[in-house]
T-cell receptor, first 115, second 114 residues
């Protein structure tokens, strides 16, 4: 089946530190991969996506590269800010398997950035 | 542009009562999703509609849960009777077309069943 595995949180960093949140997936074929962010008290927002191998998604200083050889989609940011404190979800859609747009989420990783 | 609208934002009810959650998707979106989020189980897809038709309801926990989409601009998720273990945040999301596109999430309804 399809699954997404994320690193356990919380991840605690100081402002301007480098961020990596690991994400690996299991899926047949070529899923589309996503990172969503959830700020406190809000719904999820799409942060970035990649739809094929070697694609790099980027937004707001965050980046992630679709690595099919390692089935990974790690999220990175060079210099985090306090305002980046949130829960980050890695997710995939595998239409080959399910035939529709079912998002499969990881468990989420909480990021805490201190001044 | 208005995003996905959910109501109510918070609901507190007593065990055994009927609860109805409401969702208005983004205009023009033809797919609608209901999710449940808890600390223990994370995010779970409950049901998915495409063009107002339920496509997959395999995530609906049990017969106490039902969802409808009478038209393209409105959906409901009903729990009857409610139980304390139904306490969670319920999200509605909508999206459009092929290939798999971004799902836009509403702010959620926080349900507490006492």
């Amino acid at each position: 089946g399809n699954s997404v595995t994320q690193m356990e949180g919380p991840v605690t960093l100081s402002e301007e530190a480098f961020l990596t949140i690991n994400c690996t997936y299991t899926a047949t074929g070529y899923p589309s991969l996503f990172w969503y962010v959830q700020y406190p008290g809000e719904g999820l927002q799409l942060l970035l996506k990649a739809t094929k191998a070697d694609d790099k998604g980027s937004n707001k200083g965050f980046e992630a590269t679709y690595r099919k050889e390692t089935t990974s989609f790690h999220l990175e940011k060079g210099s985090v800010q306090v305002s980046d404190s949130a829960v980050y979800f890695c997710a995939l859609i595998n239409r080959e398997d399910t035939g529709f747009q079912k998002l499969v989420f990881g468990t989420g990783t909480r990021l805490l950035v201190s001044p | 542009d208005a995003g996905v609208i959910q109501s109510p934002r918070h609901e507190v009810t007593e065990m055994g009562q009927e609860v109805t959650l409401r969702c208005k998707p983004i205009s023009g979106h033809n797919s609608l999703f209901w999710y449940r989020q808890t600390m223990m189980r994370g995010l779970e897809l409950l049901i998915y509609f495409n063009n107002n038709v339920p496509i997959d309801d395999s995530g609906m926990p049990e017969d106490r849960f039902s969802a409808k989409m009478p038209n393209a601009s409105f959906s409901t998720l009903k729990i009857q009777p409610s139980e304390p273990r139904d306490s969670a945040v319920y999200f509605c999301a909508s999206s459009t077309g092929d290939p798999p596109n971004e799902q836009f999430f509403g702010p959620g309804t926080r349900l507490t069943v006492l």
